[in-house]
C-alpha cells in the first residue's frame, strides 16, 4: 500500500471523501483533529479488510503505527516483512 492509497483510505473514511484536503504524509491525523482514538480501531479494521491475512492485533493500534500517512506505511512494511 503506497501513500496515495492510505490518503485515500483516510480520505474516504475520515474526511468524507475529499482527497483535495491538505493531508501531508507527516501529518499528525490525532493532533489535526483527522480521527481520534477509536477511529484508529475503524482504520485498522479497513486495512485488515483491504490486505488479507494482514492482522492488526489490538495492542499495534497506537498513534506510533498508525498516525501518519508516514507512519501506516512504514507499520504495513514491517508487517509485511515479518
Avoid: W
Wanted: aromatic share 4%.
Amino acid at each position: 500500500m503506497d501513500s496515495k492509497e492510505i490518503k485515500e483510505l483516510i480520505c474516504g473514511l475520515f474526511l468524507g471523501g475529499d482527497n483535495g484536503f491538505p493531508l501531508e504524509p507527516d501529518t499528525d491525523l490525532l493532533q489535526e483533529g483527522i480521527c481520534d482514538s477509536l477511529a484508529l480501531v475503524q482504520l485498522a479494521a479497513q486495512l485488515e479488510a483491504r490486505y488479507p491475512p494482514l492482522r492488526i492485533h489490538d495492542a499495534e493500534i497506537t498513534p506510533e503505527n498508525l498516525g501518519s500517512i508516514s507512519r501506516i506505511g512504514q507499520f504495513l512494511k514491517c508487517k509485511q516483512a515479518g
